[in-house]
């Protein structure tokens, strides 16, 4: 019998979904398209640039067939900038996400990543995307050549992880049984890892809520057994309005 799964996507499989992302490559050999699930590929001739999937670019990257070129907002100036954004706004937001483009038809969904490339040459320099903190470290670490700065990135994604993850928890501090944490810009590892304590959080002031409850009822029980006609004030630092 399978063991029950933990709610929410695993760090693995939420790394899985990123080799979706479309990334830029400059090839070093030609190659003809390929006719995948997803559609055709671009046929690479180089020197010129083409967009791929993440694993592919991996894959020819491995094959020395091909560089990887970072997003911009991988580059040491942009994240400093991000970095110094998200301390200026402190523990109440996140710094904004790549703005999505209008939709041709208000009928439709709006198109989200791995639909709209956040990760390729010309993505927004000063915004991170939903994958970010995942597509940083496997370019890092399959790619570091192609990076300018190498160490100077994992450092800044580093700081990057630490604060955002510090205002995850500072919001789920402040929490209340029936409030929440605004999460927007929050990208998917961040949910990932995050889930856990937040939800423990809400599930905590539940119980503690409910707890409340049930001896106020106990109370005014007992106090209409005893002939006692009416229900005793409420104090208001003592209770917890679900």
Same mark, same amino acid.
């Given at each position: 019998?399978?063991?029950?799964?933990?709610?929410?996507?695993?760090?693995?499989?939420?790394?899985?979904?990123?080799?979706?992302?479309?990334?830029?490559?400059? &090839?070093?050999?030609?190659?003809?398209?390929?006719?995948?699930?997803?559609? =055709?590929?671009?046929?690479? !001739?180089?020197?010129?640039?083409?967009?791929?999937?993440?694993?592919?670019?991996?894959?020819?990257?491995?094959?020395?067939?091909? !560089?990887?070129?970072? *997003? *911009?907002?991988?580059?040491? !100036?942009?994240?400093?900038?991000?970095?110094?954004? +998200?301390?200026?706004?402190? @523990?109440?937001?996140?710094?904004?996400? &790549?703005?999505?483009?209008?939709?041709?038809?208000?009928?439709? *969904? /709006? *198109?989200?990543?791995?639909? /709209?490339?956040?990760?390729?040459?010309?993505?927004?320099?000063?915004?991170?995307?939903?994958?970010?903190?995942?597509?940083? +470290?496997?370019?890092?670490?399959?790619?570091?050549?192609?990076?300018?700065?190498?160490?100077?990135?994992?450092?800044?994604?580093? #700081?990057?992880?630490?604060?955002?993850?510090?205002?995850?928890?500072? %919001?789920?501090?402040?929490?209340?049984? %029936?409030?929440?944490? =605004?999460? !927007?810009?929050?990208?998917?590892?961040?949910?990932?890892?995050?889930?856990?304590?937040?939800? %423990? /959080?809400?599930?905590?002031?539940? =119980?503690?809520?409910?707890?409340?409850?049930?001896? =106020?009822? +106990?109370?005014?029980?007992?106090?209409?057994? @005893?002939?006692?006609?009416?229900?005793?004030?409420?104090?208001?630092?003592? +209770?917890? #309005?679900?």
């Amino acid at each position: 019998m399978a063991l029950p799964l933990p709610p929410g996507l695993t760090p693995a499989e939420i790394a899985f979904m990123c080799e979706m992302e479309l990334v830029t490559v400059v &090839p070093r050999q030609r190659l003809e398209s390929l006719d995948l699930l997803g559609g =055709k590929t671009p046929a690479l !001739n180089p020197p010129y640039r083409a967009d791929l999937p993440l694993w592919l670019a991996l894959l020819l990257k491995r094959q020395r067939r091909a !560089n990887i070129s970072p *997003p *911009p907002w991988l580059a040491p !100036n942009s994240l400093e900038a991000i970095l110094d954004l +998200e301390k200026r706004l402190g @523990n109440d937001a996140f710094s904004p996400p &790549p703005p999505l483009p209008p939709s041709s038809d208000p009928l439709l *969904p /709006v *198109p989200a990543p791995p639909f /709209v490339p956040s990760a390729t040459y010309d993505a927004p320099p000063d915004a991170l995307p939903y994958h970010w903190l995942e597509l940083g +470290e496997i370019l890092l670490d399959a790619a570091s050549d192609d990076f300018e700065a190498p160490d100077q990135v994992r450092r800044l994604l580093r #700081d990057l992880r630490e604060i955002r993850l510090e205002k995850l928890r500072k %919001g789920a501090d402040v929490l209340d049984a %029936g409030g929440g944490v =605004k999460m !927007n810009g929050v990208g998917a590892m961040e949910v990932g890892e995050g889930r856990a304590f937040i939800t %423990g /959080v809400i599930d905590g002031l539940r =119980k503690i809520g409910a707890s409340r409850e049930q001896a =106020k009822r +106990e109370r005014e029980a007992e106090e209409r057994e @005893n002939g006692f006609v009416g229900t005793a004030p409420e104090d208001d630092d003592d +209770e917890m #309005d679900l």
